[in-house]
Structure formats: structure tokens, C-alpha cells
């Protein structure tokens, strides 16, 4: 008889390898699970009044970014005609004179006002998270919403790349919100033009990152292992190693948790491409993200981390 498989101790041990707490690498199917927020073609479809989102997509070759700023330029048309007497709005500190920023102002009204607190305070997935026995160095994120803060209260936020590079972060206690947040509308990446502004600075955060990248085992969760925000990412820092030991302590600190097809928990290494370097990773398939929680539970600080950071 096989023994099932213990995945809460697979990954302490995975873990307790590194000398560095983990960091978590959040995508938007964190939200999905626990807000019941919609996907990026959901949200999108939410706000397509013109037309049905999918002619977008028709449009733009299938390409979400180009999909987004088509949308946009018909959601401005109809959103000026609806708040052009609301200066109060276009006239604020936070507003950017361009064609995605109605959109963006809308869209981040919306996560604005998703209850969060009585969505997550019974799930028996998240009190496992939101104990206090938790050990992480941070977390990245491409997500908008405000779960994460909610969650980690203590840890300090970063918005944006810019953020990023000016406010000197110790890579220790924080949030970097690398997309974006509804806090700050325009700080949203989601349109062509975004996303060619994103690209044309991401060696610098490549640069940011790799050093947690190199020193952390990073947990990446809510994302596909195809999802480009994290390909190109991994591509950019990959094709930054200078030795092969380094690409090897890069492959080490990578998991991916993802849900399996079946009712089984998985743990197994895949080779993955990425830039011009192949990878082996850890891909962790489990239905009770529970189990994830419970195994950062396992490292020992005597100091909380928003001490620590201080």
C-alpha cells in the first residue's frame, strides 16, 4: 500500500533548507479563491458596455493588453459624457491625462468596495495563513486588491515600480504591489501601454529581485507556470546568472503551487524555459492550501518580522 503523500512536511523540509524565510509570489487566482473576485477577462467583461469583451479580443489577435486599451478608449468615450461635471474626480492629484485612466479609476473603485474582512475570517484555508506562527521574509504580487494588506496588516506596502526603486525597500516585511493597486488608479497595469512602460524597466526589477530570488525560496501561488508575468520575469533574472551554481541555488528556490486535475496531492520536479536557461523547479498540486500555510509554520523567529525590518 503507497503511502500518502505529506505535503505540509515535504515543503517544511524544502523549506528548512534555505537559512531565509520564504517569500510569497501572489497572482490573481489568490483572489479568486478567497474574494471570489473574476479572473482578468471577467473583470474586463465586467466593464465592456460598448461591446461584448470577446470582439476585443477578436480584434487584438487574442492579445489581452491590446484587448484592455481598445476597451478603454470606448469606456473613456462613454465615461466623460457620464462624469464630465465631476472635476472633483479628473481633477484630483492621482488622475493621468490618458486613455486608460477612466477605465482604471472605475476598475479600482470596484476592488475598493469588495468587503474583504467577513469573506476571509472564517475560511479555514486563511486562519492557517493568519497565524501567527506564519514565517515569511514578504511577498510579491501582481494582484490590485487590498487582500494582502488586510491579511498582513504590519508588513509596509510598495505600489508600483517606482515605489520600488525610490523608496529603498529592505526586502524584508513588505508588500511589493508590482502591478499596481486600487489605492492609486493610475499605478494599475493593465493596458498595452502599460504594460510596454512595465517592460522597458523590467532589468531594473529584475535587478531589484534577484537577490530574493537567490536568498529566498519564493512561493508562488495563484499564477499558471505559464503565465507570462512570471516567464518573462524568471527569463530576465535567469539570463542574469553569472555562474551555473547561481542558476542552480535559482532553480532550488522556486515552487509553484498550483490544483491538480484529480482529488491527489503532487509534488514533483518539472524543467521549465525560461529566457535563455532551463529550469527545474518544485510544482506542488494540492486542493487544501492549508497544508502550504501549515509548512511556513514550521521555521522558527524569535523577533516578528515588522520588528525585524525595524
Known amino acids: 500500500m503507497t503511502q500518502e503523500l505529506d505535503i505540509e512536511k515535504e515543503l517544511a523540509e524544502i523549506l528548512s533548507e534555505s537559512i531565509s524565510a520564504p517569500f510569497l509570489f501572489i497572482g490573481s487566482g489568490f483572489s479568486r479563491r478567497y474574494l471570489d473576485l473574476p479572473d482578468w477577462k471577467g473583470l474586463l467583461t465586467k466593464f465592456s458596455t460598448s461591446m461584448p469583451f470577446d470582439s476585443y479580443l477578436g480584434t487584438s489577435g487574442n492579445d489581452y493588453p491590446s484587448a484592455a486599451l481598445a476597451l478603454a478608449g470606448d469606456f473613456a468615450a462613454e465615461w466623460w459624457k457620464s462624469n464630465k461635471?465631476?472635476?472633483?474626480?479628473?481633477?484630483s492629484k492621482n488622475?493621468?491625462?490618458?486613455?486608460?485612466?477612466?477605465?482604471?479609476?472605475?476598475?479600482s473603485q470596484y476592488l475598493n468596495n469588495v468587503?474583504?474582512?467577513s469573506k476571509i475570517s472564517d475560511n479555514p484555508?486563511?486562519?492557517?495563513?493568519?497565524?501567527?506562527?506564519?514565517?515569511?521574509?514578504g511577498i510579491i504580487t501582481t494582484n490590485w486588491d487590498r487582500l494582502l494588506e488586510?491579511?498582513?496588516?504590519?508588513?509596509?506596502?510598495?505600489?508600483?515600480?517606482?515605489d520600488l526603486f525610490f523608496r529603498n525597500p529592505q526586502s524584508i516585511g513588505e508588500i511589493f504591489k508590482i502591478h499596481g493597486c486600487c489605492s492609486n488608479f493610475s499605478s494599475l497595469v493593465l493596458t498595452k501601454n502599460d504594460y510596454e512602460n512595465f517592460n522597458s524597466k523590467n532589468a531594473y526589477l529584475a535587478a531589484k529581485l534577484l537577490s530574493i530570488f537567490l536568498e529566498n525560496p519564493v512561493i508562488f501561488i495563484g499564477y499558471s507556470i505559464t503565465d507570462t508575468n512570471i516567464t518573462d520575469l524568471l527569463g530576465l533574472i535567469a539570463d542574469m546568472m553569472e555562474s551555473q551554481e547561481q542558476l542552480e541555488r535559482l532553480a532550488k528556490n522556486l515552487i509553484f503551487v498550483t490544483r491538480p486535475d484529480d482529488e491527489k496531492d503532487q509534488l514533483e520536479s518539472v524543467l521549465m524555459t525560461v529566457g535563455s536557461k532551463k529550469l527545474y523547479f518544485t510544482h506542488i498540486r494540492t486542493h487544501d492550501y492549508?497544508?502550504?500555510?501549515?509548512?511556513?509554520?514550521h521555521s522558527e523567529r524569535k523577533i516578528p518580522v515588522?520588528?525585524?525590518r525595524a
Open 125 to 137: 484555508e486563511l486562519k492557517e495563513l493568519l497565524s501567527s506562527e506564519v514565517v515569511i521574509d
Open 85 to 91: 461635471d465631476k472635476p472633483e474626480i479628473y481633477q
Open 150 to 162: 488586510t491579511i498582513f496588516p504590519k508588513l509596509n506596502v510598495y505600489v508600483g515600480q517606482s
Open 95 to 107: 488622475w493621468i491625462h490618458a486613455i486608460e485612466t477612466p477605465l482604471k479609476y472605475e476598475i
Open 115 to 117: 468587503e474583504i474582512e
Open 290 to 297: 492549508s497544508k502550504i500555510y501549515k509548512a511556513l509554520q
Open 306 to 308: 515588522h520588528l525585524l
